[in-house]
């Protein structure tokens, strides 16, 4: 805001800052559309190694409308190589812990 304070959300270990309690409100009526995945773990490590493991924005892409994070350039091209096998390891993992 113009004083320089944010609005502050915590979901588990994830932090989220926003500019304003107005922007915060907006994220949490559908959080899912503007968070990514599995909050954020890299979906073909936990696929493939049951592993949480932090992704990265530089690694970040959209896909079906929905923001994944990848720990490193080489899990990212393997989305890309069956990104609908990924998708429903990340839609089953999100269904199991809700």
Known sequence: GADGLVSVWREGDRLYLFAAAAQRDLFLEDPDKYSPV???YDPVVLAEHQQLVDGHREYGVTYKGRIYL???EATLKKFWLAPTHYKSV?????????
Do not use: K, L, W, Y
């Open 90 to 98: 990340v839609d089953e993992a999100m269904r199991t812990t809700r």
């Open 70 to 72: 990848f720990a490193s």
């Open 38 to 40: 599995i909050s954020g």
